[in-house]
């Protein structure tokens, strides 16, 4: 049986979901098992996403963003899912609301 799982993705987004999967593997979930066993936040584990362009990723560059497909973002957030389902729900949380200030904020709240 032939692999097709990324025949219709470009090399772009087979990085990006690449990227979202190491991340999901090497940091969050390595303290998943605590985390949920205690209801600690994830500071650092977000703090790390963050910096990597992952609670951005809607949001257009020129708002501080990743400016990231809606594909991209859909292939992270279901990396992130396959590790910590709720690390990733505060991710698609947290991403459509940076999208919704750059396309429907004031210039004010939309600069950098």
């Known amino acids: 049986m032939t692999d097709n799982s990324t025949a219709f993705l470009s090399e772009q987004v087979i990085m990006i979901r ?32 963050g910096e990597l362009g992952f609670m951005g990723m809607l949001t257009p560059d020129a708002h501080g963003g990743s400016g990231a497909s809606f594909v991209e973002y859909c292939l992270a957030i279901a990396e992130f899912a396959a590790t910590d389902a709720g690390f990733a729900t505060l991710m698609h949380v947290h991403n459509p609301v940076g999208f919704m200030i750059s396309k429907s904020g004031t210039a004010q709240k939309t600069c950098a």
């Open 18 to 49: 690449d990227s979202a999967r190491k991340v999901a593997q090497e940091v969050v979930a390595r303290t998943e098992a605590e985390r949920d066993g205690t209801g600690a936040w994830t500071h650092a584990e977000l703090k790390t996403a």
